[in-house]
Structures are given as structure tokens and as C-alpha cells.
């Protein structure tokens, strides 16, 4: 076998193999790009009140575990029956009643702070996760009635419980 035989041979397999390895790595590209899709699908049908009544830490995370078959479809609650609904179909699942029976979102809610009674601690800034409340520290604060979800995350942070739960007007 002459050397020039066996560089062209060894210079087949290496190129050989670059190939493959390229392919892989596409495949595995493709099949990150559509599960990266079926998140963000997932993530649209999602009501965005980031309140963590799913047991995850937002919406992006729950459409994550769903992504993953690591989750089930039921677990929004502000979503509702409407949610569930909307995703069996695109899951392609059976719909299931709500893993919890609550009427926390059954009517909409805002929250409202007694204003002359806040410290201006602004325990409730941290904890609302959609930016509805506005205040400086050892000011006033107030809720920005458009963004309140409802959630009722910042009710319990307040040290002198100054924020109620009410129908809106
Ligand atoms: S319960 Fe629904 S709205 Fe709340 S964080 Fe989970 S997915 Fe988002
Ligand atoms: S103001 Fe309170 S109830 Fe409203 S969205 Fe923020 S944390 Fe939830
Ligand atoms: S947690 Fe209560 S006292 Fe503190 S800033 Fe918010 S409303 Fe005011």
C-alpha cells in the first residue's frame, strides 16, 4: 500500500467524520429551535400574571416544564378552564379540570393600599412581579390599578397590613 494511498485514506475519514459531526450538530440545532418554539407557543397562551400559583417561578418557567413533559397542562389558575383548554390543543392532550378548585380569580380583584397607613417599607414593590405598584422608600405607596393582576402576592409582605383586596370599580 503506498503512503499517498493511505494519506487520501485517512484524509476520506477525517472528512468523513467532520461531516457527521456537522449533521449531528444541525439535527441537534433543529430540534432546539422547535423545542425553543413549542416554549414560546406554550408561553403565549399563558395569562402573564407571573404569580407562581402553578408552583414555577412565572409563566416562562411553567411553559418550560410543559415543554418538557415535566408539568401538567392544569396548573394555571388565573388561566383557567379557557387555558387549559387552549392547551391541550396545541399539547395535543386531554383537557383536565384545574389541579385546584379556587375562586381567587374567579372575580377580577385589585389590591388597594390604605394609604395613610403605609411606612413606605416597600416590602410590596419587591414582591409584585408585574411592576404594579409605585413608591419610593418611606414614601406613599399606591397601586397602578392597569397593571394589578390580582395575585395577592403583596398582601402578606406588608408589615402593618395596609393592603385589601377589592372589586374593581
Ligand atoms: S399560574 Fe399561570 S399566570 Fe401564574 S405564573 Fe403560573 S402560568 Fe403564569
Ligand atoms: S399589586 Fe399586589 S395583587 Fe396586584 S399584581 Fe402586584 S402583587 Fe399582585
Ligand atoms: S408593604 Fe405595606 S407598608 Fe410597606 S410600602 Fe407596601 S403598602 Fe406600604
New binding site residues.
Given amino acids: 500500500m503506498s503512503i499517498s494511498f493511505l494519506i487520501a485514506l485517512l484524509l476520506i475519514i477525517i472528512i468523513t467524520v467532520i461531516i457527521g459531526y456537522l449533521s449531528s450538530n444541525q439535527r441537534i440545532n433543529a430540534s432546539q429551535q422547535t423545542q425553543l418554539q413549542d416554549i414560546e407557543s406554550i408561553e403565549e397562551l399563558l395569562p402573564q400574571?407571573q404569580?407562581g400559583d402553578c408552583g414555577f417561578n412565572g409563566c416562562r418557567p411553567y411553559a418550560e416544564a410543559i415543554a418538557n413533559h415535566a408539568a401538567d397542562i392544569n396548573r394555571c389558575l388565573p388561566g383557567g378552564d379557557e387555558t387549559v383548554k387552549a392547551l391541550s390543543l396545541i399539547i395535543g392532550l386531554d383537557i383536565k379540570p384545574l389541579y385546584k378548585k379556587t375562586d381567587k380569580y374567579a372575580v377580577p380583584r385589585?389590591?388597594l393600599i390604605e394609604e395613610e397607613h403605609c411606612i413606605g417599607c416597600v416590602k410590596?414593590i419587591a414582591?409584585?412581579?408585574?411592576d404594579?405598584?409605585i413608591g419610593a422608600p418611606k414614601q406613599m405607596h399606591s397601586?397602578i390599578d392597569a397593571?394589578?393582576?390580582?395575585?395577592?402576592?403583596?398582601?402578606a409582605p406588608c408589615p402593618v397590613d395596609c393592603?385589601t383586596?377589592v372589586s374593581p370599580l
Avoid at 127 to 130: I, S
Avoid at 147 to 155: D, M, N, Q, S, V
Fill in positions: 400574571t404569580c385589585l389590591a410590596c414582591a409584585c412581579p408585574v404594579a405598584i397601586v397593571y394589578c393582576t390580582g395575585c395577592e402576592l403583596c398582601i393592603i383586596m
